[in-house]
């Protein structure tokens, strides 16, 4: 015991040594990362030592932060009151004060940045006093290392407190990406990150933008006040609309602040400090954005500048210049922009695509936007006086990936959805790693109209209670025999069969509801080409939609099951350069056609993005090649129910007082096999019973004993010589 109780101080101290993940792109084959996962809190400043922690605040009528009084510790007299510190020391996340989960120590957590084909080790310790965690590493395949994929009770066990956990996988495929809790909801308390798969060193400058709906309460307030008391969820008249007439926001927004990077002015404008992007004068800038928030839809933009859509999900597109570019919750969007603008600062916009409130989408005043500022080299650091775009006639306006078919005519924009995003990617690979191009393809059906909170063909997701890398038959609830015809709670799988061409057809039509949300789908363990986006009617004086797509026919309370009207799919499919993604929009009384190649054996989750929709269970599980899944790794963590049953407990409840049961558990077994095969044993008597004591155990603490008696004494008097050389 001593010998382990000396390395496990030992490993701690050359954990502390271990520099935390940068923004450098590493280049190397092996690329070795270590993330330690912890709570601090919101507007506080810690000293570099740890000493003392103290509050924070805005110096009147600037954005400094100073240290500010607390009613305890800290008060007016203290000599650290109104010392300025530096923002990238405060996690201010537009003010609002709350705990939060930061990945060494930053918020949003460090980016990593590897080339592509590399080889990823990243060690996550759990510093957390009461969650366990995961990682879920969004958008990459995890192909042959299925259960790296980081999802808390599908792939892996929890990591628990004090504990870590080491993945390893193979970088792919190249893109923005990012990493984030996937254990519960403890994404909202801001345990996240952006993850970047380079296929050759950039050519021009990037920058990042993580983008949030922030909340003003932890994940754990926030679910009880969703599915429990429901004192946070806004009546119909009350909610967000977008232009459309869809609801795009259920949650009162007096709880929500929208941070870029972990930086957000406060809910009432106070100047906070904000994320800053340095441009050249000439030269072109590539920005990659993750939306890693709760549920609003968001409209990105950079005032005074038209943007260059490049890539989605990671996936390179034929590049197409818009003035705004639309994203979900989960989705990634890399825009490239060229500086030849006046020298100065520009805002970058970060603003909810909400038109008005209720279902007449009313306009009020009532704004959801976060700004960074772009910034010339050359420009005086101040705040940018730059005004929107301005939607005219003579200046129309443009957005790409749109949920809906267009805006209303007075709006002067023009939409571009995702049947108009053309793929870089060649025909040859296109048809080969997700066959567009196939005739013999298996074909499902999957609705995602929630009528009933969240759920998937009237299907809630009921998560199942142990990994299912490990036997897991009484861990889930069978969805076998079930009539859903009117909702159901069970583990709903889809078995797929190996290495197909497989066309999902997600549908998102209600009959018996007139509106509801666009919901971003994300696929785990594939990218997937999206053939078509099937849009419903829209009024184009109004521009909100009229009638769901009569493209497919509904049966049932959820549209399930669902076929062609007329038997076949749309001819207008895009077999020729067709986009792909990972996190896709079904719009409103619409569809999406998706086609993957089922080459990467394993447990698939399938989910909407949208936090409230997710712990509702909007969720399901692909199921593919089953015969075919890796097996898992040697001392890889499975964690179980535990049941002691009556005649278990009979067997130590009938022993005496002051004796123990002569039965010992498996591994007492296993080690007295082991011993039996060579080992040696030392054994004393305990009343009737024998105690076991193994010689190497007894040898080992002897040891550790010794060295730690060693270091007692040695390093106090190598201390001493020291001190006397330097007399």
Known sequence: MAALQFATVWM???????????????????????????????????????????????????????IVPNTQRVNGSDPMIGTEV?????????????????????????????????????????????????????????????????????????????????????????????????????????MYGMFVIHKQLPAIPQHHAMIADWLKMSSGTFEILYKGTKEINLPTAQRDFSPDGIVVGAIDHNLYNTIINGRGKGQNGEAYPLQVYTVTPGRRVRVRVVHAGVQYVYYVSVDGHKIDVVASDGYELSPLKVTHIIIQPGESMDFELTADEDI??????????????????????????????????????????????????????????????????????????FNDAKSTIPKSSLDSEYGVSDKDFNEYFF????????????????????????????????????????????????????????????????????????????????????????????????????????????????????????????????????????????????????????????????????????????????????????????????????RFNADEFSKYDSVPYGQTPKMKPEYEKEKDLGHEEGGMENTRNIGDDEFVVKLPVAIGSAVGFILLGAIIAVVPALCILTCRKKK
Not at 380 to 398: G, M, V
Request: glycine share 8%.
């Open 447 to 642: 609705s995602f109209a929630a009528s009933k909170g969240g759920n998937i063909g009237g299907t809630k997701f009921v998560n199942p209670t142990v990994p299912l890398y490990q036997p897991h038959d009484d861990a889930v609830v069978d969805c076998d025999g079930l009539d859903c015809t009117n909702g159901c709670q069970c583990t709903q799988f889809l078995k797929l069969p190996f290495n197909k061409t497989v066309q999902m057809v997600f549908t998102n039509m209600n009959p018996k509801q007139a509106a509801f949300s666009h919901h971003p789908v994300h696929v785990h363990g594939h990218g997937f080409a999206v053939l078509k986006m099937g849009l419903p009617e829209f009024d184009n004086a109004t521009g909100k939609a009229s009638e769901a797509s009569t493209d497919i026919t509904c049966d049932g309370n959820y549209c399930t099951p669902a076929r062609w009207n007329g038997g076949k799919a749309p001819m207008d499919l895009n077999q020729e350069n067709p986009p792909v993604k990972d996190t896709i929009t079904v719009p409103s009384r619409g569809y999406v056609i998706l086609r993957f190649r089922t080459d990467n054996p394993g447990y698939w989750l399938v989910h909407c993005h949208t936090e409230q929709h997710i712990i509702s269970g909007m969720t399901m599980v692909f199921d593919e090649a089953p015969e075919l899944e890796p097996s898992l790794p040697k001392d890889f963590p499975t964690c179980n129910d535990f």
């Open 86 to 190: 530096k923002a990238e020391d405060v996690v201010t996340a537009g003010g609002f004060v709350r705990n939060v989960i930061t990945v060494n120590d930053q918020f949003p957590g460090p980016a990593l940045e590897v080339m592509e084909g590399a080889e990823v080790v990243v060690q996550v310790t759990n510093h957390l006093k009461t969650d366990g965690i995961s990682i879920h590493w969004h958008g990459l395949y995890m192909r042959k290392t299925p259960w790296m994929d980081g999802v808390s009770f599908i792939s892996q066990c929890p990591v628990q407190p004090r504990q870590s956990f080491t993945y390893r996988f193979r970088a792919y495929p190249a893109g923005t990406h990012w990493y984030h809790a996937h254990f519960e909801n403890l994404r909202l308390d801001g």
């Open 344 to 417: 100065g600062n520009y805002w970058m916009r970060v603003r909810s695509i909400k038109g008005g409130v209720g279902p007449d989408v009313i306009p009020d005043d009532i704004v959801h936007e976060g700004r960074a500022i772009v910034r010339y080299e050359g420009a005086q650091e101040i705040e940018p006086t730059s005004r929107a775009h301005d939607c005219t006639e003579q200046t129309p306006c443009s957005v790409f990936n749109c949920p809906f078919a267009g805006y209303a005519y007075s709006a002067f924009t023009k939409c571009f959805t």
């Open 12 to 66: 701690a101290l050359l954990s502390a040594c271990v520099l935390p993940a940068t923004a450098d792109i590493c280049t190397k084959d092996v690329c070795e990362f270590h993330l330690n996962v912890r709570r601090i809190r919101t507007m506080t400043y810690q000293k570099p030592d740890g000493s003392a922690t103290y509050n924070v605040g805005l110096q009147t009528g600037t954005n400094k932060l100073v």
